[in-house]
């Protein structure tokens, strides 16, 4: 068969074979047909809070909803700080939050690297036990940790917020699996050099588990920086609120500063945004990488 029946005979196949190809070429991946309108449902209420927080107490009220302002009204933050102690509240909020996220990092590490590398009798089960301290709501273990905390002395103080959550079993679990995927031969190096199990842990393996960190110091921000019921049990006192508990003073049994309470919203919003948008990377890394290994 001469060359140029072999030409003539691929060319139909090119021919038929490139306007698919052509078709199959987007700019962006064809999952983001389906992403990009979740995501736009998903910013509706952000827009709405934000549209809400700089209207007047009336446009608020209007209906059929107003979706532009007649103008723009900045003073309803300046308002909310005169309003209410919104520092004060920030600052708690920012103690506590600090001491949890600190706490975690250090005690699930430790819990993590013994469930990690260390054997003793019982490991599995007692790794086991400590899972199964997940499935259990909050809403059932609420009363027994509140007569701990009173029998502590802690009530109406913010260690009454920060004693309990000082370490979790998600954060064990995150770190332990992670801790699973480093490679163990330069640990094993470590000891040859007379290193001790803290000091390896120190020195080799959390520098190396930024990631996961990371991923365990955005959740545990965001869970304490939102968290609600239990503030709501333990703290009395004004001047011992947090953000989320400091909101409800804007709403009443007849009438609620709707324009001021999502400016309030607004302002505290803005720390766990910032905290994820500046972690991002090590956030999906440590998701993707955590769990990887039984």
Request: proline share 6%; net charge positive.
């Given at each position: 068969m001469s060359e140029g029946t072999i030409v003539e005979q691929a060319r139909p196949l090119e021919l038929q074979a490139a306007p698919g190809r052509r078709g199959r070429r987007l700019p962006f991946s064809p999952w983001h047909l389906v992403l990009f309108p979740t995501m736009l449902i998903m910013l509706?209420?952000?827009?709405?809070?934000?549209?809400?927080?700089?209207?007047?107490?009336?446009?608020?009220?209007?209906?059929?909803?107003?979706?532009?302002?007649?103008?723009?009204?900045?003073?309803?933050y300046t308002q909310v700080l005169r309003m209410a102690p919104f520092s004060r509240w920030f600052l708690n909020t920012l103690i506590v939050t600090t001491a949890s996220v600190?706490?975690?990092?250090?005690?699930?590490?430790?819990?993590?690297?013994?469930?990690?590398?260390?054997?003793?009798?019982?490991?599995?089960?007692?790794?086991?036990?400590?899972?199964?301290?997940?499935?259990?709501?909050?809403?059932?273990?609420?009363?027994?940790?509140?007569?701990?905390?009173?029998?502590?002395?802690?009530?109406?103080?913010?260690?009454?917020?920060?004693?309990?959550?000082?370490?979790?079993?998600?954060?064990?679990?995150?770190?332990?699996?992670?801790?699973?995927?480093?490679?163990?031969?330069?640990?094993?190096?470590?000891?040859?050099?007379?290193?001790?199990?803290?000091?390896?842990?120190?020195?080799?393996?959390?520098?190396l588990s930024a990631p996961a960190l990371a991923t365990l110091a955005v959740v545990t921000f965001m869970w304490t920086w939102n968290d609600f019921l239990w503030p709501l049990i333990t703290i009395y006192n004004?001047?011992?609120?947090?953000?989320?508990?400091?909101?409800?003073?804007?709403?009443?049994?007849?009438?609620?500063?709707?324009?001021?309470?999502?400016?309030?919203?607004v302002m505290s919003m803005l720390p766990v945004l910032l905290l994820f948008f500046a972690a991002q990377r090590y956030f999906i890394r440590g998701i993707a990488t955590s769990g990887l290994k039984g």
């Amino acid at each position: 068969m001469s060359e140029g029946t072999i030409v003539e005979q691929a060319r139909p196949l090119e021919l038929q074979a490139a306007p698919g190809r052509r078709g199959r070429r987007l700019p962006f991946s064809p999952w983001h047909l389906v992403l990009f309108p979740t995501m736009l449902i998903m910013l509706v209420p952000l827009l709405w809070m934000l549209v809400t927080s700089v209207q007047t107490l009336n446009e608020t009220r209007h209906f059929p909803p107003v979706f532009v302002p007649s103008r723009v009204h900045l003073e309803n933050y300046t308002q909310v700080l005169r309003m209410a102690p919104f520092s004060r509240w920030f600052l708690n909020t920012l103690i506590v939050t600090t001491a949890s996220v600190a706490g975690n990092l250090l005690f699930c590490s430790l819990a993590g690297y013994a469930f990690a590398r260390i054997k003793f009798f019982g490991r599995e089960v007692v790794f086991l036990l400590v899972l199964a301290t997940l499935m259990i709501p909050f809403q059932v273990v609420m009363i027994p940790t509140f007569l701990i905390v009173k029998r502590l002395g802690m009530i109406d103080t913010l260690g009454a917020l920060i004693v309990p959550n000082l370490a979790g079993a998600f954060g064990v679990f995150l770190l332990r699996q992670f801790f699973r995927t480093l490679p163990i031969e330069l640990e094993e190096a470590a000891r040859i050099d007379g290193a001790s199990r803290i000091g390896i842990l120190f020195k080799i393996v959390l520098p190396l588990s930024a990631p996961a960190l990371a991923t365990l110091a955005v959740v545990t921000f965001m869970w304490t920086w939102n968290d609600f019921l239990w503030p709501l049990i333990t703290i009395y006192n004004e001047h011992n609120m947090t953000l989320q508990l400091g909101l409800t003073t804007f709403q009443g049994a007849h009438q609620t500063n709707t324009n001021l309470l999502m400016a309030a919203n607004v302002m505290s919003m803005l720390p766990v945004l910032l905290l994820f948008f500046a972690a991002q990377r090590y956030f999906i890394r440590g998701i993707a990488t955590s769990g990887l290994k039984g």
